[in-house]
């Protein structure tokens, strides 16, 4: 009962109204997009790489609470760290950033950011 | 309306239901469920083939579930073909149209608010014969602008297909309008009824329309069978698009010659069982009365509209809607707000809805749709509307 509930604990709903890292780099090095069917999230992500390291990241996007939270912890997790590194990222890692258990329904939710990550980070010519 | 859930299994074994997603697929009456499973336990054979008495009596049911089809919308038994759903006989229209489309007519008209099932058929078509797609507009309350109905729908329109209700406003088009509009300009007419079907007396004949389109699941039928009407002699000079057994009269190694109507149009073995049930579901309605599914839609939309629109910060799209409400709640994603109403057991719809650029239009995080049917209540209205409070308090 009230999974839900428990999904829209403090710490996503703070990640949600006030997410870290969201915005627009100017001159990013990668770029992607991707967006979520079923409900319409639309997330894009924007990296500087340098030598190897993520030296900036920033998020922008139209998507729901869980999308969004875990957009925001995601990209503070992976600034500042190894491309080697973060692409070691797997699903059960990103979901673990939310400190909640996920509903079904919601994973494609909750994944979307880490899968634009990655395909951000394949995507050098921007 | 009192005992009304009782006749619905699904309410006795989850007890704390609250279904508001009609317009994607209502539940089904326990008559329903029991023809479909007495089919399977006394009559199961395959139809038109066996020459034994199982076969005989599986074809006659069958048949039978044609001709209640055609009574309840007042057409000719060889006019109905069953599909699985209105996605498909919009396709089996779209596919097999060529061959009566008006010589030199270059067109198709549709509107801003066609289910994707009215829209990519038809885009499908334009790009194989090099049509033009052409669309009525909505208006700023996304009702249908009937003023650019007239200047769209021209001496070069080949077809207009268009929907009776939008599935995301819930907003009910004018069809006779469209239809007179298209008949003046020799036009053939589809109308997409999934969503009128279940609450509005439909009768091809007095329409006048060519085609007409719905699904059994969205009148308490089974999953899996849906209906195309089609005029008898437009249907008899269309091709089949679908080909094998049962369609034909003749089959060499060579060639083959196509079956009557409305075998011509079902290829292989059909949902006999699924045919059964709409049929039972059919019969249900009758005797409940359409007039009285459509008077309760219409109370518990206005009641619906009268409690949402008390909410601050509630954004309701469109106005004269029946049956379906979309909206959103401020600064809230829908998909939040159906997973937190999930949570009491209150099922909605969030997101597009597969009609996309309606619902972008609207708002482009899609919206959150709630829609009724016969044994939904006020009370569940109620409830719905105090957990959209707790809901806006969650999330700021």
Redesign the interface.
């Known amino acids: 009962m009230n999974l839900a509930i428990d999904m829209y604990r403090e710490n996503i709903l703070e990640n949600y109204k006030n997410p870290k890292n969201f915005g627009e780099i100017k001159n990013p090095t990668h770029k992607a997009s991707s967006i979520n069917k079923s409900c319409g999230d639309e997330i894009t992500i924007s990296l500087v790489i340098k030598e190897n390291k993520l030296t900036d990241i920033k998020f922008t996007g139209k998507a729901c609470a869980i999308c969004t939270a875990s957009a925001s912890l995601l990209t503070e997790e992976a600034k500042n760290k190894k491309i080697d590194e973060i692409k070691k990222y797997d699903k059960d890692f990103s979901l673990s950033l939310l400190e909640i258990p996920i509903s079904a329904v919601r994973i494609k939710c909750a994944l979307l950011p880490l899968e634009t990550l990655q395909k951000a980070i394949l995507n050098n010519g921007k | 309306m009192k005992n009304i859930k009782e006749q619905f299994p699904i309410f006795k074994e989850r007890k704390k239901l609250i279904y508001l997603d009609n317009a994607a697929t209502t539940q089904k009456p326990a008559r329903v469920i029991n023809a479909i499973l007495n089919f399977y336990t006394n009559s199961n054979a395959n139809i038109n083939r066996g020459m034994h008495f199982l076969g005989e009596e599986a074809t006659q049911l069958y048949e039978q579930a044609r001709v209640t089809v055609a009574k309840f919308i007042n057409s000719k038994d060889i006019e109905i073909i069953f599909t699985r759903n209105t996605t498909e006989s919009i396709n089996l229209i779209a596919s097999s149209i060529e061959s009566i489309i008006p010589q030199g007519k270059t067109e198709i008209v549709l509107t801003e608010m066609e289910h994707h099932a009215n829209l990519v058929p038809w885009q499908q078509l334009a790009k194989r014969k090099n049509l033009k797609l052409i669309f009525i507009k909505t208006k700023e309350d996304f009702s249908l602008d009937y003023e650019d109905a007239k200047r769209k729908i021209s001496s070069n329109t080949a077809i207009v297909s268009v929907t009776h209700k939008s599935n995301v406003t819930g907003i009910v088009n004018e069809i006779d309008k469209i239809i007179n509009l298209a008949k003046k300009q020799n036009a053939l007419t589809i109308i997409d009824g999934a969503q009128t079907i279940a609450s509005k007396k439909i009768d091809v004949k007095k329409l006048d329309c060519d085609f007409f389109a719905f699904s059994g699941h969205k009148i308490f039928g089974p999953t899996g069978i849906g209906v195309l009407y089609g005029k008898k002699e437009l249907l008899e000079k269309m091709n089949p698009y679908q080909f094998g057994g049962n369609m034909i009269s003749t089959a060499s190694l060579e060639k083959a010659g196509w079956n009557e109507l409305p075998m011509k149009f079902e290829a292989g073995t059909p949902n006999i069982s699924g045919s059964i049930g709409l049929a039972e579901a059919i019969r249900w309605i009758n005797e409940f009365g359409i007039e009285n599914i459509s008077k309760n839609e219409k109370e518990l939309t206005s009641y619906a509209l009268k409690k949402l629109s008390e909410l601050n910060g509630i954004e309701i799209y469109g106005k004269n809607q029946e049956g379906i409400i979309s909206f959103n709640l401020k600064n809230t ?4 707000v159906a ?2 109403l ?2 009491e057991k209150i099922c909605i719809r ?3 809805h597969c009609a996309m650029p309606i619902a972008k239009k609207l708002s ?3 919206t959150c749709r709630i829609s009724f049917s016969v044994y939904n209540t006020k009370q569940e209205i109620d409830f719905l509307i105090e957990q959209l409070k707790k809901i806006k308090g ?3």
């Open positions: 994603h829908p998909h939040d997973c937190l999930n949570d969030a997101g597009f482009l995080n899609g969650i999330i700021k």
